[in-house]
Nanobody
Framework: QVQLVESGGGLVQAGGSLRLSCAAS????????MGWYRQAPGKQRELVAA???????NYADSVKGRFTISRDHAKNTVYLQMNSLKPDDTAVYYC??????????????WGQGTQVTVSS
């Protein structure tokens, strides 16, 4: 009932910046939280950043001070601004939202993923 479309990934040199976008569409009662995960080949998926309804944000220790998560309520879009990128940031980045659907069930939805590659 919720579809997520991600964009903004690509190839960047170390020290560069990228901004990921995730636009939500569909039907829901409330969007409780939005966040970004990433997964590198052979590695477990990890939470990168999250933002909840009250605006509180959480970041993985590895990205604190470099990444910023934000949202635009009018556009139902969440962003991840990534600065000072490192090769270790290379991964597929997934947008995720927690939403309450019209039947009042809570679901976790995922985007298709966008590749971020940081070269040395």
């Amino acid at each position: 009932q919720v579809q997520l479309v991600e964009s903004g990934g690509g190839l960047v040199q170390a020290g560069g910046s990228l901004r990921l976008s995730c636009a939500a569409s569909g039907s829901w009662v409330s969007m409780n939280a939005m966040g970004w995960y990433r997964q590198a080949p052979g590695k477990q998926r990890e939470l990168v950043a999250a933002i909840i309804s009250g605006g509180k944000t959480n970041y993985a220790d590895s990205v604190k001070g470099r990444f910023t998560i934000s949202r635009d309520h009018a556009k139902n879009t969440v962003y991840l601004q990534m600065n000072s990128l490192k090769p270790d940031d290379t991964a597929v980045y997934y947008c995720s939202v927690e939403a309450r659907t019209p039947d009042f069930r809570v679901w976790d939805y995922w985007g298709q993923g966008t590749q971020v590659t940081v070269s040395s």
